[in-house]
């Protein structure tokens, strides 16, 4: 991580944790948000009004948070307005690193080698880890937001003078249960996986590992309809599938949430396939990145052998790519 806009060498891909052992996720330092005339939004600062090819968005496919915003880029049709840099999927020990990686970027803008270098340029004396997301102004030369709930919201909303759009990811009318569904699926499932992962005692993995299969359970439930609000699709699914479509393939295995993989739910895999045949959103997925990515984590598989499955996982990909 950064300290004090210095990289510093005790650097460990394994976060923080509580007294209990418990993984604990850093918050996001960067919270501006892009408005449609400049104007300041829920949080941070004014001055980041919409405008083409001004900000661009760093990720990687291996990520989930970042996915999302690209699920949302995709949805809302705004591949032309911001154009995005992909990073390596494997963690180098400053952290993620451009170029060399087949469907990895080089840093269009600075030739950075490393992400950090983005935040440091941003923050000289920046202070914290250098995630992705991150949604670069050109103009101005700083970070808008690091925060790919932030991003996905400003997707929603901030462009849709300039590329209007049927589909609204936040709508008002649900917007309290969007939010209360949100914070129950971030920390069972989409934190749950990670604190059942990065567990460093047996108590702290249990509590995660049965989180997870709880909010499976509850959704597979739930899933009468397309979506999980019925028949409109929201962030709340974006959230879910960058989840999903990780699971068998990353989390089941490397994770050790191995009681049941995504397949054994008939619900959540046909809302799975649904999601991933929306427009674009296969473009959004990239398995050997993620594969790559999740399998590279020292700590928990320090020769990085990959395995090769699961089969369902790339037949299902490569059918939907030659839909
Ligand atoms: N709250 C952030 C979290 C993003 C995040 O944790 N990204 C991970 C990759 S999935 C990362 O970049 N980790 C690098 C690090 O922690 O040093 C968001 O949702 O945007």
Same mark, same amino acid.
């Given at each position: 991580m950064l300290v004090d806009g210095k990289w510093s060498a005790d650097w460990q891909p394994v976060?923080?944790? #509580?007294e209990k052992g418990r993984f604990v996720r850093q918050v996001s330092g960067f919270r501006n948000w892009i408005t449609p005339d400049g104007s300041a939004g829920p949080t941070g600062e004014?001055?980041?009004?919409?405008?083409?090819g001004r900000y661009r968005l760093y990720v990687a496919f291996i990520c989930p948070w970042a996915s999302r915003t690209l699920m949302a880029r995709k949805l809302k049709g705004l591949e032309d307005i911001i154009p995005v840099t992909v990073v390596n999927p494997? +963690?180098?020990d400053q952290g993620w690193s451009f170029g060399g990686y087949e469907g990895a970027d080089e840093d269009p803008l600075f030739?950075?080698?490393?992400?950090?270098?983005i935040y440091?340029? *941003? #923050?000289?004396h920046y202070t914290g880890r250098a995630t992705v997301p991150v949604l670069w102004d050109t103009q101005r030369n700083v970070i808008v937001n690091n925060e790919s709930a932030d991003i996905v919201r400003m997707f929603d909303t901030a462009f849709e003078h300039m590329v209007p759009s049927d589909l609204r990811l936040y709508p008002e009318d649900l917007a309290g249960e969007i939010d209360d569904l949100n914070a129950r699926i971030y920390d069972k499932l989409n934190n749950g996986v990670y604190k059942?992962?990065? *567990? =460093? =005692?047996?108590e702290a993995y249990t509590e995660a590992d049965e989180g997870v299969f709880e909010m499976l359970d509850e959704l597979e439930e739930r899933l009468i309809g397309d979506f999980l609000f019925g028949d409109r699709l929201t962030e709340t699914d974006l959230r879910t599938f960058v989840t999903l479509i990780r699971f068998d393939a990353a989390?089941?295995?490397?994770f050790k949430t191995n009681r049941r993989q995504i397949a054994a739910y008939p619900r959540l895999s046909a809302y799975m396939e649904r999601i991933l045949r929306l427009p674009g959103v296969i473009d959004t997925v990239n +398995? #050997?990145?993620?594969?790559r990515g999740y399998y590279s984590i020292k700590a928990l598989n320090p020769k990085r052998i990959r395995p090769t499955g699961p089969a369902h996982i790339t037949k299902l990909l490569d059918d939907v790519r030659a839909a």
């Open positions: 976060q923080k944790a #509580d004014g001055g980041f009004p919409a405008e083409a494997t +963690m180098t030739s950075s080698e490393y992400i950090h270098q440091t340029r *941003a #923050d000289p059942a992962g990065f *567990a =460093s =005692s047996q989390y089941h295995g490397l +398995m #050997d990145h993620i594969t």
